[in-house]
């Protein structure tokens, strides 16, 4: 598992024909959708490999393709994607429904570092629907052959609203379960869910993650990532164990449409997980 | 690789003979004389060599404005049929810029973690013919970005001018093929070409240390000076569309009556979409960090990923201008002020 999935075709361009199995409407609001996939070629999902934090393009003939985070783990027999409609392609996307085909090519970018977190606690901070790849981060690492291999995990994850969070049954789920810290925040909460109020930094801050033999991945929309890093150095996370994962516009996934570049890294292949130290001597441009 | 001979009057039978074994594209006179452009030809019939450069550079004919990745139909949406080969081409009177810049391109689309399969196929389908520079225009300053107006990058054959002939120095073994009929030059010839090289390089005189420059830029990209040197730039983006070295594409799909293509086609850095996240968040959303990022492309992040610059001084970007923003202002600019 330490080396990144890679496309298994030769014309990186041509995308896979997937289909559709499941749709999941995860919001109140009814924007977040969680897509089920499956290889309409059952060899290629052998040959399709990824950790989490990969990206792949969705597209749709004639509409276009745009990239996402995998949201499921490895180990799960579909790939899923959880988009929110906010673009043409996301929008087109939203009207599909089960049985339907689309084009899917990757995986693309550079995970998150588990291989190197081995024997490590691991600290996920999470922020609105960028949550997806680490699903697929704690789905992976909960696995009963995998479980033994890390320390504590502690997920810090918040949205606007209880209507808001992502893949509610899973966090109930992990909610009963001893081997998991999860607490959840909101900005405001309501009757039917027993998150804590309160700004992701802020309630990081009183969770206080222990930073000794820890990692955290890191994932959320700009504003958060600001509030979150200071709160993660004084809880004493060095640059060096903190892990983000950016977006940016993309054409191509494989460094060449030239428009992901943050300085000279390109977030397609170069991240779009960064530690922290490497961000930080990148320019503000993000 | 021995130099050969090419009469002028002999164009015509040379191109011909070419022709007979693949696509011959060449500089084509159209009405305004400053707009050739590469396109086939079968004879010395419309070539234009007295104009030193095409508006478009020969990049179009490697990465097209416009080409199909892929043809699909939309009621099996998922089965895509890829586009066809394209036959073997000889590339005749490419300026030495121009062809240097396909070096730097080969760093980007030939990168082995990420081959461009319809680039690699045009490349390696494709065999170039040089002209080198005698003259070079106001405009021209390869020898400031690591070129030369005799320069050999990229070529499989040279033609320098030695008056009612051309020295044909051939480059590779593709190029030995092409020269093959030809009759062995002579030492006065091959010294003739060195003192017209040496000539056509003493014309151009800007000479920055873009290096040093290179450093300087690392630290530089809060400075205010962008404010400044972007001020006059209307971001239209003509200095990307016609620049030999600028790569950035768009992908797009277009669909008619059922059936549709996966379209690439140049994009540009200089406008505001290039880079807008679909929630409205755009990371380059005015017209100086646009400019900011453009040059610093060039003179800094490329060069610290793979060497060398990303420019090779043909001075498209000057004569198109039409804010008259000239790149050596800028990098002279940056060069003063930055410390």
């Known amino acids: ?286 | 690789m021995t130099p050969r001979l090419l009469a002028k009057k002999d164009l015509g039978r040379f191109i011909a003979a070419l022709a007979k074994e693949a696509e011959v594209w060449a500089p084509v006179k159209s009405t305004d004389r400053e707009n050739c452009r590469f396109g086939p030809v079968t004879g010395a019939e419309g070539i234009c060599l007295d104009c030193l450069q095409t508006r478009l550079p020969v990049k179009e004919l490697f990465l097209p404005q416009r080409e199909i990745l892929f043809r699909f139909k939309s009621d099996s949406p998922a089965r895509v049929k890829p586009v066809s080969d394209i036959p073997a081409r000889v590339v005749f009177g490419v300026r030495p810029c121009d062809a240097a810049a396909l070096e730097l391109f080969d760093r980007v689309f030939l990168d082995p973690a990420g081959d461009d399969p319809y680039y690699r196929h045009r490349r390696e389908r494709t065999a170039l013919i040089g002209v080198a520079c005698d003259d070079p225009g106001t405009a021209c300053f390869c020898t400031a970005v690591g070129g030369d107006p005799h320069g050999t990058a990229a070529l499989d054959l040279l033609l320098e001018d030695i008056g009612d002939r051309w020295l044909c120095r051939p480059l590779t073994e593709k190029g030995e093929r092409l020269a093959a009929a030809r009759g062995p030059a002579g030492k006065d010839d091959c010294a003739e070409t060195e003192r017209r090289a040496a000539a056509a390089r003493e014309q151009m005189t800007f000479a920055p240390d873009l290096a040093q420059l290179a450093e300087k830029l690392a630290g530089a990209f809060d400075h205010e000076i962008w404010e400044e040197l972007a001020r006059p730039c209307v971001n239209c983006g003509v200095c990307t569309y016609l620049c030999p070295t600028c790569h950035c594409f768009d992908v797009t799909d277009e669909e008619r009556h059922g059936r549709g293509a996966r379209i690439r086609a140049w994009d540009s850095c200089q406008f505001s979409l290039f880079t807008r996240h679909a929630s409205g968040h755009n990371p380059r959303p005015t017209g100086t960090t646009r400019l900011r990022n453009r040059t610093l492309h060039k003179f800094r992040y490329f060069p610290h990923t793979h060497g060398p610059l990303l420019c090779v001084g043909c001075g498209r970007c000057i004569i198109h201008c039409p804010a008259g923003i000239d790149l050596r202002e800028t990098l002279e600019t940056l060069t003063a002020t930055l410390r």
């Open chain 1, 1 to 286: 598992m330490n080396t990144p999935g890679r496309p298994p075709l030769g014309n990186p361009y041509l995308p896979l024909p997937v289909r559709l199995e499941r749709v999941t409407v995860e919001n109140d609001a009814r924007d977040l959708k969680t897509f089920e996939l499956t290889f309409s070629d059952p060899g290629l999902r052998e040959k399709f490999t990824f950790v989490p934090g990969q990206f792949s393009f969705l597209g749709l003939a004639g509409v276009g393709e745009a990239p996402f985070g995998i949201a499921s783990a490895p180990h799960e027999a579909n790939l899923a994607f959880t988009l929110k409609k906010a673009g043409h392609v996301t929008t087109a996307l939203h009207e599909l429904s089960p049985g339907m085909e689309l084009g899917l090519r990757g995986p693309y970018g550079n995970p998150y570092p588990l291989h190197t977190a081995r024997g490590r606690n691991i600290v996920i901070v999470s922020g609105g629907f960028s949550f997806t790849t680490l699903r697929s981060v704690i789905v992976h690492l909960m696995r009963p052959d995998r479980r033994g291999d890390y320390g504590r995990i502690t997920v810090v994850y918040g949205a606007r609203s209880p209507g808001e969070l992502l893949y509610k049954d899973e966090l109930r789920a992990w909610e009963a379960l001893p081997d998991i810290d999860l607490t959840l925040c909101v900005d405001r909460a309501d009757g039917d869910w027993p998150a804590t109020e309160g700004l992701v930094p802020n309630v990081l801050r009183e969770v206080a993650p222990s930073a000794k033999n820890a990692v955290a991945l890191v994932c959320g929309p700009p504003v958060m990532l600001r509030f979150t890093h200071p709160v993660l150095e004084e809880l004493g996370f060095s640059p060096d164990d903190v892990y983000l994962s950016l977006e940016n516009r993309m054409k191509c996934g494989i460094g060449k449409c030239g428009r992901c570049n943050i300085g000279e890294v390109y977030v397609c292949k170069d991240g779009p997980v960064f530690s922290y130290r490497r961000l930080r001597e990148l320019p503000g441009e993000n």
